[in-house]
């Protein structure tokens, strides 16, 4: 049983264990975000650091305004991801595993797990610094078919990204509500923010400490922070803090076609048209989505699995009667599927 007073509140069997690296690619960000970063990582039963014996290494992404903390945050009636992990273990669902969280947070909600000159170089710092960080601290098997990608909305799109832009890292993924097809799911959002941005004179530092000192926020208020968030990571102008373009004109509204079209280079259902390599490496493309995704994002999934298979490539895709919000219970589905695929000794 857990040793950890963590994996103990948690009634895990496995356990649960909070180290922290201090990442060099988020040094000197333009948002003042925090360098150092904690690493949960689960270790199932029978895991003894001194042994011979080394496992795989399953990595979770955390969704937009998400963290680490929250990915490992306990509530009554669900199950979270850690819990998860250690519950098919137990089963005998899947091989026993490690499972590693990555924290993205940054202060305008997330990272999108990019490399962004506005907000640090999350790629790198996910692939290089945490991956390096727990193969240095754990019995892991340090090689690309010893690990997978996975995550939720921005999650999911991390995984996706990640997949594709940093080749020999993971050998499968699996993207739960990922964000694609930017045209359907961001853009009818702009007009909301544009509206927001108005109230504060379109000065996003203003705006965006006014949302930070609410107390309790409007949704308008937080899907401007969110598409301030995503400009952060698909157009920053500059390594200045709120040096981001905004996809709308400010007087307007209208949106601006050039800067979308730098949105747009980095949605999924674009990017794997030119990065079949990439993905033909993976050993497991999973691709899921709630039919009533309030985003949408079923729409995305359905275009970029048809994509990938108009490609030549073998894409595990399903649609589940939900929507966005509370399916941790998909990663019953995932963990197994990514473990199965694995190397394992």
């Known amino acids: 049983m857990a040793t950890t007073e963590l994996g103990r509140l948690l009634r895990l069997r496995g356990d649960l264990h909070i180290g922290y690296v201090d ?18 990582v689960y270790t199932p039963p029978g895991y003894d650091p001194e042994g011979s014996r080394r496992y795989a290494t399953l990595y979770v ?14 509530r009554q009636w669900e199950t979270n991801v850690v819990q998860w992990i250690d519950r098919l273990i137990e089963r005998g669902s899947m091989q026993p595993a ?30 290089r610094d945490v991956v390096g960080h727990v193969d240095a601290q754990y019995r892991t098997i340090a090689r690309e078919g010893g690990r997978a990608v996975l995550g939720k909305s921005s999650g999911g799109f991390g995984s996706l990204h990640l997949s594709m832009m940093c080749p020999g890292t993971f050998c499968a993924f699996a993207s739960h509500s990922g964000d694609t097809n930017f045209r359907a799911a961001a853009v009818p959002s702009f007009a909301d ?3 927001e941005l108005e109230k504060h004179d379109n000065d996003i530092g203003a705006f965006v400490t006014a949302f930070e000192s609410s107390f309790k926020r409007k949704p308008p208020e937080f899907s401007t922070m969110e598409m301030i968030g995503y400009a952060s990571c698909y157009s920053p102008r500059a390594a200045e803090r709120w040096a981001i373009d905004l996809p709308w004109d ?25 990065k079949r390599s990439e993905l033909e490496r993976l050993r497991l493309r ?25 490609l030549g490539l073998e894409v595990r895709h399903e649609e589940f009667d939900d929507d966005h919000r509370n399916i941790g219970y ?10 199965a695929v694995l190397d394992n000794p």
């Open 330 to 339: 998909r990663y019953a589905v995932s963990l197994p599927a990514l473990g």
């Open 23 to 40: 990442s060099t690619a988020l040094r000197g960000n333009a948002l003042g975000d925090p360098t150092e970063r904690p690493v949960p």
């Open 61 to 74: 992404l955390h969704g937009y305004s998400g963290d680490a903390a929250a990915l490992v945050g306990a």
């Open 250 to 274: 400010a007087r307007t509204g209208e949106i601006r076609d050039d800067v979308f079209a730098r949105w747009r280079a980095f949605d999924p259902i674009e990017v794997c048209l030119q």
């Open 98 to 127: 490690l499972l590693a969280i990555v924290d993205g947070f940054t202060r305008l909600g997330g990272s999108q797990y990019m490399d962004s000159i506005h907000n640090g170089n999350y790629a790198a710092y996910t692939v």
């Open 193 to 195: 923010a544009q509206r």
């Open 286 to 310: 999973y691709v899921d989505c709630g039919r009533r995704d309030e985003y949408a994002l079923d729409i995305g999934a359905r275009i970029l699995v048809q994509r990938m298979r108009d």
